[in-house]
Nanobody, 123 residues
Framework: QVQLVESGGGSVQAGDSLNLSCKFS????????MGWIRQRPGNEHEFVAG????????YYANSVKGRFIISRDNSKNSVFLRMSNLKPEDTAVYYC????????????????WGQGTQVTVSS
């Protein structure tokens, strides 16, 4: 069974940067496209960023494009999210997620999720 464990959340000031990590286990990592999904307070889940299984292509929500970078290291079964120029509206629980299908930009299309890590951005 696929398991995902996030780390790296925390509380920062607006304009700061933060790196999230996610460790994958229980399957063949490079068979899965990976994504980050978040849930802001009072809102439903939303797709943030995704990366293909071979790290050749990444895709982003418009709200984070140019500020967030997703990457993966298949040798370490890990996926990362580099968040820069953080804004208070980026405050959310961030989930690492996996899907067998590449290019998915809806949170409903991800089959496996981690437990989430809190990111809080204050102004």
């Amino acid at each position: 069974q696929v398991q995902l464990v996030e780390s790296g959340g925390g509380s920062v000031q607006a304009g700061d940067s933060l790196n999230l990590s996610c460790k994958f286990s229980g399957g063949t990592f490079n068979n899965y496209a990976m994504g980050w999904i978040r849930q802001r307070p009072g809102n439903e889940h939303e797709f943030v960023a995704g990366v293909r299984s071979t790290n050749e292509m990444s895709y982003y929500a418009n709200s984070v494009k140019g500020r967030f970078i997703i990457s993966r290291d298949n040798s370490k079964n890990s996926v990362f999210l580099r968040m820069s120029n953080l804004k208070p509206e980026d405050t959310a629980v961030y989930y690492c997620a996996a899907t067998r299908y590449t290019g998915r930009t809806s949170y409903t299309e991800y089959d496996y999720w981690g437990q989430g890590t809190q990111v809080t951005v204050s102004s």
